[in-house]
């Protein structure tokens, strides 16, 4: 076995540098409400072990706010979606849920939808395959629930 190091200076040893990127810079998400009681969080980027706490955040967000009955996140601009973003929205959809809100999200690209038919995640979350139909749904929803409260 012989010795490498010895031709090679100390600087042409070192690994290249990942770029590093922060994870906001990686995974956006911007919100509009389209209509009263409706919020459509647009996500764009790839979900992954690093940036699942943008996800995360924004979505914790949303749902602190009770002024909204429906939520749908469009997930056409994501490229990528690991298993902890899968867990992120059914753990969200589920407290929506609890709570009588909608929470729809839009798939467009096959590698999410791959994603979220592998872990059976279509089976507990509302999905479109476009926007204008998930938010005409969400705003329904959230008619269907004020007048509800009306009532009692």
């Known amino acids: 076995m012989s010795d490498l190091s010895a031709s090679y200076s100390a600087d042409q040893m070192l690994l290249p540098r990942k770029k590093t990127h922060s994870r906001q810079q990686r995974l956006r998400a911007v919100r509009q409400r389209p209509s009263s009681g409706v919020a459509v ?52 959809a589920r407290q929506f849920a609890l709570d009588q809100r909608e929470f729809a999200v839009v798939v ?12 059976a995640a279509e089976e507990v979350l509302y999905w479109y395959e476009n926007r204008p139909e998930a938010v005409a749904a969400a705003a329904a929803w959230a008619r269907y629930r004020t007048a509800v409260a009306e009532v009692r």
């Open 41 to 92: 969080c647009t996500v764009i980027g790839d979900i992954d072990l690093q940036t699942e706490p943008v996800l995360c955040d924004e979505l914790e967000s949303v749902a602190r706010d009770n002024l909204l009955a429906s939520v749908v996140v469009d997930l056409r601009a994501v490229g990528f979606l690991a298993l902890c973003g899968v867990q992120t929205l059914v753990r969200t």
């Open 108 to 119: 467009r690209t096959l590698a999410v939808r791959r994603s979220l038919e592998v872990t």
